[in-house]
């Protein structure tokens, strides 16, 4: 037993966070475990749907879950929920909402991954899966978005700062160096072209580099520095072909962030909208089992929640 002072590390407005039991270690493996329990202290709603002074959107009665309607997440999101046993029943692929019957009352609906993120913020959605990249992009820690599940193991790549392999970048492996290089000016600034337009400019503000400029471009970045477009780039990477392909680097310092596939819900359906809640439990309840099945001992933290008429309780497993 021990006692444990725990940070709560979600995407959402600081939280009273007061942790209630223990901790267990295990020293007979490379790997710790622990769990305990927090109580979230989230403003009583009133007897209208307010939370914060702000509404919910709609007055649906509907549970919204938004999973990525293409691309990369897209198979990997269904086939997780396949076995978690919540197949999601389409009656045909152009069309973009459906169900899981095992989940009464919830509406699946298809969303390019940003989308989801922007319509858990409108209220439009309530729980949605998408990667951690887009989700803290388009979710600029905006305080009403939880990540209830952060390691749903799959959609692995990381967002990193890259360099050319040649020219003036040759003996750069750092951002620090990439910081004290000469060349940067403010009439001259480095120049990053990214898709990630609120994470770039804040990586950059957080590092100390004051004299960089971005521009944008919906794909194929790793062209921009050979084209002469821009001196560095800043996009996801995975297995790092690309890169490489393109005679481009990552540096020392350069991750952004490490990202994979993220469950996340809106504090503030999960706290008015009825129902909301037990089905996410529903779900990470699921989640929880097909990882412990398939010995997917990697998950960092789940979060249980359990409502009372004003807080949120959580359970945090973690094994790292
Ligand atoms: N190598 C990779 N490149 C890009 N995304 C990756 C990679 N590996 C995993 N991902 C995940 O897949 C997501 C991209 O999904 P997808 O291909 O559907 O693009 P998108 O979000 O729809 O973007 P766009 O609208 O630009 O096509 C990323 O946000 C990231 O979480
Ligand atoms: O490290 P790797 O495994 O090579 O993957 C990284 C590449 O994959 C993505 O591009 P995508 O294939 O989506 O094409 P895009 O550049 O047109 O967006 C990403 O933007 C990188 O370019």
């Known amino acids: 037993m021990m006692n444990l002072t725990l940070q709560l590390s979600l995407q959402c407005a600081p939280l009273h966070v007061s942790v209630k039991s223990s901790t267990s270690t295990s020293t007979s493996t490379a790997t710790r475990s622990w769990s305990c329990y927090a109580s979230l202290s989230i403003p009583q709603p009133s007897n209208v749907n307010v939370l914060n002074g702000t509404p919910l959107s709609s007055d649906r009665k509907e549970i919204r879950l938004g999973l990525p309607s293409k691309g990369r997440m897209s198979n990997d999101t269904l086939e997780l929920l396949k076995n978690c046993q919540l197949s999601v029943k389409q009656s045909n692929p ?41 989700l803290s992009e388009y979710g600029q820690g905006n305080g ?40 940067w000016t403010e009439n001259k600034p480095l120049r990053v072209a990214t898709g990630f337009t609120y994470l770039g400019p804040k990586f950059m503000r957080e590092n100390g580099l004051k004299h960089v400029t971005f521009s944008t471009a919906d794909g194929a970045l790793e062209a921009a520095p050979a084209m002469g477009i ?91």
């Open 94 to 134: 152009r069309q973009y909402v459906a169900e899981i019957p095992q989940l009464s009352n919830l509406e699946v609906w298809f969303q390019r991954p940003k989308d989801i993120v922007r319509k858990l913020l409108s209220g439009d959605l309530d729980l949605g899966i998408v990667g951690l990249d887009t």
């Open 230 to 320: 821009a001196d560095a780039i800043l996009d996801l990477v995975s297995s790092g072909t690309t890169l490489r392909e393109n005679n481009l680097k990552e540096i020392e310092g350069g991750t952004v962030l490490e990202s994979q596939a993220v469950l996340v819900a809106s504090r503030k359906s999960m706290v008015q909208r009825k129902g909301v809640l037990e089905t996410t439990h529903e779900i990470l309840e699921r989640l929880e089992a097909h990882l412990r099945a398939i010995g997917q001992f990697t998950v960092h933290r789940i979060i249980i929640l359990h409502a009372s008429e004003s807080s949120v309780w959580c359970r945090f497993h973690c094994i790292c």
């Open 144 to 183: 009403d978005l939880i990540i209830v599940h952060e390691a749903l193991e799959y959609g692995d790549c990381r967002l990193s700062l890259a360099i050319p392999q040649y020219g003036i970048f040759e003996n750069i492996n750092s951002l620090e160096e990439l910081a004290k290089m000469p060349q």
